[in-house]
Structures are given as structure tokens and as C-alpha cells.
């Protein structure tokens, strides 16, 4: 599978982004889905994740209340919405799909697939 993300801009702080992740090469329902940042300087971190069927999400505890994960499997694509926006929430926001059995999982290891990143900037 194919993962295009997008959605990524400059943005105030306070303020939000819905980042987009399309799925083209094989249908979206059949993997679990990840949302993963990357800060300059920094490793690469889990930020949400959600099961095939969309009934299962888990956050990282820095973005609980403020982003959600979603997924439309007829669409074959997944989102972030990213509300309440924080300048350390800055970095390259990637998707990523998984396609073993199991809970979505939280591990960039977990991942088979992923798509380019998109640059997220909030001023302050």
C-alpha cells in the first residue's frame, strides 16, 4: 500500500489541523493505522493510532483531549485532527499502516508502511 499524507501548514498556537492520509494499492480496511512526529533533533514518536474497523484509538498521553484519529475505509483514508495547538506540537507528521493481527500498536517498529510526512509549524 501506498500512503500519501498532507494536511500539514503553519498554524498559531491554539489553533488546528486536520492532516489527511489517502491509501492507494490495496484498501485501507486492512490495516491498522498509525500517526507518528518527528522533531529536528529528535527520534520519532508515537502520536495515535486506530484499528481496522475505526472501534479502537489510543493517544499519546501529550495529545489526549486535543488530537483525534478517525478513519474512513471507503474513502481509504485515515485522519488526525489536531485541535488546541501547541508549539512543541511542531514537527514532520507521518502515517503509517500496520498489517498484522492485533490492536493497533504504538511501536514504529509494528509499522510495514508509510507515507512521506507532512511539515506541521506552530508559532507562538
Known amino acids: 500500500v501506498q500512503l500519501q499524507a498532507s494536511g500539514g501548514g503553519l498554524v498559531q498556537a491554539g489553533g488546528s489541523l ?13 490495516y491498522n493505522m498509525g500517526w507518528f512526529r ?16 475505526g472501534g479502537s484509538t489510543s493517544y499519546a498521553d501529550s495529545v489526549k483531549g ?8 471507503a474513502k481509504n483514508t485515515a ?8 508549539p512543541e506540537d511542531a514537527a514532520v507528521y507521518s502515517c503509517a499502516a500496520a498489517g498484522r ?8 517498529s509494528k509499522y510495514d508502511y508509510w507515507g512521506q510526512g507532512t511539515q506541521v509549524t506552530v508559532s507562538s
Open 101 to 108: 493481527s492485533g490492536p493497533p500498536p504504538v511501536l514504529v
Open 79 to 86: 485522519y488526525l485532527q489536531m485541535n488546541s495547538l501547541k
Open 66 to 73: 486535543r488530537f483525534t484519529i478517525s478513519r474512513d475505509n
Open 38 to 53: 518527528q522533531a529536528p533533533g529528535k527520534e520519532r514518536e508515537f502520536v495515535a493510532a486506530i484499528s481496522r474497523n
Open 18 to 30: 486536520r492532516l489527511s492520509c489517502a491509501a492507494s494499492g490495496r484498501t485501507l480496511s486492512t
